[in-house]
Structures are given as structure tokens and as C-alpha cells.
């Protein structure tokens, strides 16, 4: 049982450049987000979807864009990369009971140079 | 105003120390909480629930005082491997289940 899997690991981009970061999840999880973690902002919410095919805007969604045309996965686009969305990435799903809390994946480093 | 507000730290105790953190919370809707902790380079993983009626797991004690809008975790007996971050989180079940992370507070034991 993998859990949330996020690809890739790692990631350096130039700026104007574009990508797409996976989040991957096995648990039959209802609800999918992404969060961005910078330094002394904490995690910040940039998407997020509660069910397949739906997606919401979190506090943080300029330049960014996302999709969940699967249950099981939720991508998060960079369509042109820019120096402040170098941070580290991470994907979280819940079942939709908040008391079983979020499991997150390992995250994504992402420099834009 | 942030959702989550926590002391920051950094908090330096020593092996055998208690060590408690605080944490507000400015939605008095909010009806979920909980503890994260998150080691340097790695994920959040949940350390524990929060409930009304305060809540132990071993040597950690979480408490929830709604009155006051403010959450706590008491770590007793610290030992070397509980130097890491703790994340406060709220949550608001209106809001697709969104969670509200403070920004953490850094914990180091030292030996």
C-alpha cells in the first residue's frame, strides 16, 4: 500500500518553462490538494478537489493550474514557471472525514532558476 | 489575520524535559484539530488528534480548550528523536474538508 506518491522527487526549471507535477494515491481518497511550503509561511493551499472532476481554488492559486480527471490522481501544472514558485510541493488526500486527518506524499523540490 | 497562529520557537530542551507547545485558532467554527510533525526534508505525518475532553498517547498530551480558541501538545520525557517541527492544524468541515496548518513550531532535544 503505497499511500500518496508524488512525482518527480525533484525538479530544476528555467524560467517561462512549464510542467506538470503528479500526485498519485491508492487509498480511494475522496478529497485531493496540493500545498506549497516556504519558509517561516508554512503550508499554503493551492488547489484543492473534493471528488473527480471537480477541482477549487485554495489561497494561493495564481500560476498554477489543475486537474482531476482520475480519482486515484491529481496534477498540478506550472504553465510558465516564475523564481517565486521555487518550494517544495506536497500532495495530500483524506477519505473525507476530517478526523482520519491528511496523509501527505513525500513532496517535490522545485527550484526555477 | 492567519487561521493557525504558533510560537515558532526554537524550543531547546533537554533528554527528559517537558516541553509544551500552544496554538490558536481564530475560526470559532472550526471543529477539527490536530498535531503534525515534520522532520527536516520530509512530509508532515500525524502525530494525533485533538479532542475536547484532552487526549494522551504515550508520553504526548493534547488539549483543546474552545472557550479560549487555543490548542496545546505536552511532550513529556523528550527524548533526541522527538527534535523535529510540530504543525498546529484546524480544519472547517464547510470548506471541501480544508485544513489550516500553522506554521510550526521547532523542537530540538538536546543530549
Known amino acids: 500500500n503505497a499511500g500518496v506518491t508524488q512525482t518527480p522527487k525533484f525538479r530544476v526549471l528555467k524560467t517561462g518553462q512549464s510542467m506538470t507535477l503528479l500526485c498519485a494515491q491508492d487509498?480511494?481518497?475522496?478529497?485531493m490538494y496540493w500545498y506549497r511550503q516556504d519558509p517561516g509561511m508554512g503550508l499554503r493551499l493551492i488547489h484543492y478537489?473534493?471528488?473527480?472532476?471537480?477541482?477549487a481554488k485554495g489561497e494561493v492559486p495564481d500560476g498554477y493550474n489543475v486537474s482531476r480527471l482520475k480519482k486515484q490522481n491529481f496534477l498540478l501544472g506550472l504553465e510558465s514557471a516564475a523564481p517565486s514558485q521555487t518550494s517544495v510541493y506536497f500532495c495530500?488526500?483524506?477519505?473525507?472525514?476530517?478526523?482520519?486527518?491528511?496523509?501527505f506524499g513525500s513532496g517535490t523540490r522545485l527550484t526555477v532558476v | 489575520r492567519k487561521e493557525v497562529e504558533q510560537d515558532p520557537g526554537p524550543f531547546n530542551v533537554p533528554e527528559g524535559a517537558t516541553v509544551a507547545f500552544n496554538c490558536t485558532y481564530s475560526?470559532?467554527?472550526?471543529?477539527?484539530f490536530f498535531w503534525y510533525r515534520q522532520d527536516c526534508r520530509k512530509e508532515p505525518k500525524l502525530l494525533m488528534s485533538?479532542?475536547?475532553s484532552g487526549n494522551e498517547d504515550g508520553r504526548f498530551t493534547a488539549q483543546l480548550n474552545r472557550a479560549s480558541q487555543y490548542i496545546s501538545l505536552l511532550i513529556r520525557d523528550s527524548k533526541l528523536s522527538d527534535s523535529a517541527t510540530y504543525l498546529c492544524?484546524?480544519?472547517?468541515?464547510?470548506?471541501?474538508?480544508?485544513?489550516?496548518f500553522g506554521t510550526g513550531t521547532s523542537l530540538t532535544v538536546i543530549p
Open positions: 478537489s473534493v471528488g473527480e472532476g471537480t477541482t
Open positions: 475560526n470559532s467554527a472550526s471543529q477539527s
Open positions: 495530500a488526500s483524506t477519505s473525507g472525514r476530517a478526523v482520519y486527518g491528511y496523509t
Open positions: 492544524v484546524a480544519t472547517l468541515s464547510n470548506t471541501g474538508n480544508q485544513f489550516y
Open positions: 485533538v479532542y475536547s
Open positions: 487509498m480511494n481518497h475522496e478529497y
